[in-house]
């Protein structure tokens, strides 16, 4: 995953966390 990007957009990275479950999940 793109973590950088995920990491600027939080409600992203969490979508993302969610479906992939790749950057360790919801919101971390």
Known sequence: AAAV???ASPAARN???AILN???GLNT
Request: charged share 10%; aromatic share 12%; no cysteine.
């Open 5 to 7: 990007a995920f990491l």
């Open 22 to 24: 790749v950057d360790g």
């Open 15 to 17: 979508i993302t966390g």
